[in-house]
C-alpha cells in the first residue's frame, strides 16, 4: 500500500469518531425534533405536517415572552461572567508566575468536580431562611427575622454566574497567553495610559477569546435548567422550563419539538448578530493568526 493511500486511511479512521458523535448525538437528534416540531395531531395516532405548532407558539404572549427573557437573562450572565472573567483569566497569563498557573487553573475547575445539581443545592443551603448569610444577619443585628434570599432573578444570575464563568476564563486565558508583552511594553512607551493600552492593544487582541467564551457562555446559559428551577423556583420563568413542561408533565412532543428548534434558532440568532457586532467571525474564534 502506497504511503499516500497509508495516510488517506489514517486520516479517515481518526476523523471516523468524531463524524460518527457529530452525526448521531447532534444531527440527527436535531433533525428528529424539526420533524416531530412539524406534526400536526388531528386524532388518535393521526398526524398531519405543518407550521400549526409555531403559529400556536406565537399565539401566547407568555411563551414568546419567556424566550425573550430567558436571551435578555442569558445576555445578562455573558456580561457579568465576562466582567469577573477578564481580569482572572488576565492575571493567569500575563502576571502570575509560570508556577503558579497550574494551582490557579486548579482553583478555577474546583467547581466542577460536582455537578451542578450539588452547586445549585449548595446556594440553597447559603441562601434560604435557615441558611448562613440569614443566620449571619441576624446574629449580626442587621435584621430581624430570617431573610429569604432565594427564588428571585438576582440570585438565578449569581448560580448562573457561578457556574459558567469558567467557560468564559478558558478561551480568554488561551488567547491573552499568546500575546507578546512586548506589545504592551510598546503601549506604555508611547505614552499610553493603563485604560489606553488597555482599550487599544488588550481588547483587540483578545476579541477572539472574548467572543468564543461570550458564545459558550451564553448557550450554556440559554440552555440551562437546574440552576434556574432550583434557584428561581416556579417564578424563574425560564425557557427550558417551559420545553420540560412540554415534554414530560403535558406529554405534549409536538410542541416541546417547536420550542426546542426555537430556542436553537433564536440563540443562533444572538450568536450571529453578536458576531456582526464585533466584526469577529466563528473562525476567528478558534485561533488568531
Given at each position: 500500500?502506497?504511503?499516500?493511500?497509508?495516510g488517506?486511511?489514517?486520516?479517515?479512521?481518526?476523523?471516523?469518531?468524531?463524524?460518527?458523535?457529530?452525526?448521531?448525538?447532534?444531527?440527527?437528534?436535531?433533525?428528529g425534533?424539526?420533524?416531530?416540531?412539524?406534526?400536526?395531531?388531528?386524532?388518535?395516532?393521526?398526524?398531519?405536517?405543518?407550521?400549526a405548532?409555531?403559529?400556536?407558539?406565537?399565539?401566547?404572549?407568555?411563551?414568546?415572552?419567556?424566550?425573550?427573557?430567558?436571551?435578555?437573562?442569558?445576555?445578562?450572565?455573558?456580561?457579568?461572567?465576562?466582567?469577573?472573567?477578564?481580569?482572572?483569566?488576565?492575571?493567569?497569563?500575563?502576571?502570575?508566575?509560570?508556577?503558579?498557573?497550574?494551582?490557579?487553573?486548579?482553583?478555577?475547575?474546583?467547581?466542577l468536580?460536582?455537578?451542578?445539581?450539588?452547586?445549585?443545592?449548595?446556594?440553597?443551603?447559603?441562601?434560604?431562611?435557615?441558611?448562613?448569610?440569614?443566620?449571619?444577619?441576624?446574629?449580626?443585628?442587621?435584621?430581624?427575622?430570617?431573610?429569604e434570599?432565594?427564588?428571585?432573578?438576582?440570585?438565578?444570575?449569581?448560580?448562573?454566574?457561578?457556574?459558567?464563568?469558567?467557560?468564559?476564563?478558558?478561551?480568554?486565558?488561551?488567547?491573552?497567553?499568546?500575546?507578546?508583552?512586548?506589545?504592551?511594553?510598546?503601549?506604555?512607551?508611547?505614552?499610553?495610559?493603563?485604560?489606553?493600552?488597555f482599550?487599544?492593544?488588550?481588547?483587540?487582541?483578545?476579541?477572539?477569546?472574548i467572543?468564543?467564551?461570550?458564545?459558550i457562555?451564553?448557550?450554556?446559559?440559554?440552555?440551562?435548567?437546574?440552576?434556574?428551577?432550583?434557584?428561581?423556583?416556579?417564578?424563574?420563568?425560564?425557557?427550558?422550563?417551559?420545553?420540560?413542561?412540554?415534554?414530560?408533565t403535558?406529554?405534549?412532543?409536538?410542541?416541546?419539538?417547536?420550542?426546542?428548534?426555537?430556542?436553537?434558532?433564536?440563540?443562533?440568532?444572538?450568536?450571529?448578530?453578536?458576531?456582526?457586532?464585533?466584526?469577529?467571525?466563528?473562525?476567528?474564534t478558534?485561533?488568531?493568526?
Amino acid at each position: 500500500m502506497a504511503r499516500t493511500d497509508i495516510g488517506k486511511l489514517s486520516l479517515i479512521l481518526l476523523f471516523a469518531p468524531f463524524a460518527l458523535w457529530i452525526a448521531l448525538l447532534i444531527i440527527l437528534p436535531q433533525l428528529g425534533i424539526g420533524y416531530i416540531s412539524l406534526r400536526e395531531k388531528v386524532g388518535p395516532g393521526e398526524y398531519t405536517f405543518g407550521f400549526a405548532n409555531y403559529i400556536a407558539f406565537l399565539s401566547e404572549p407568555i411563551y414568546w415572552n419567556t424566550l425573550l427573557r430567558t436571551a435578555w437573562m442569558s445576555i445578562l450572565v455573558t456580561a457579568m461572567a465576562l466582567a469577573v472573567g477578564f481580569p482572572v483569566a488576565y492575571y493567569i497569563a500575563k502576571i502570575a508566575r509560570r508556577r503558579a498557573r497550574a494551582a490557579l487553573f486548579l482553583m478555577c475547575l474546583i467547581p466542577l468536580w460536582v455537578s451542578d445539581l450539588v452547586r445549585a443545592f449548595g446556594w440553597i443551603v447559603i441562601l434560604r431562611e435557615t441558611g448562613l448569610v440569614s443566620t449571619f444577619l441576624q446574629k449580626i443585628g442587621l435584621v430581624g427575622g430570617p431573610v429569604e434570599l432565594l427564588y428571585n432573578d438576582a440570585t438565578v444570575v449569581m448560580g448562573l454566574v457561578y457556574t459558567v464563568v469558567l467557560f468564559m476564563i478558558v478561551p480568554l486565558v488561551s488567547t491573552l497567553d499568546g500575546m507578546d508583552n512586548s506589545l504592551i511594553e510598546a503601549g506604555y512607551n508611547l505614552g499610553g495610559s493603563r485604560f489606553t493600552v488597555f482599550r487599544r492593544i488588550v481588547v483587540p487582541y483578545a476579541m477572539p477569546g472574548i467572543v468564543a467564551g461570550c458564545i459558550i457562555v451564553f448557550m450554556l446559559t440559554a440552555g440551562s435548567y437546574l440552576t434556574p428551577i432550583l434557584l428561581g423556583g416556579k417564578n424563574s420563568m425560564w425557557f427550558t422550563e417551559q420545553i420540560y413542561e412540554q415534554f414530560v408533565t403535558r406529554y405534549n412532543w409536538e410542541s416541546g419539538a417547536t420550542f426546542g428548534v426555537l430556542l436553537l434558532v433564536f440563540t443562533s440568532f444572538v450568536v450571529w448578530l453578536g458576531l456582526r457586532l464585533t466584526g469577529q467571525s466563528l473562525a476567528s474564534t478558534v485561533a488568531k493568526d
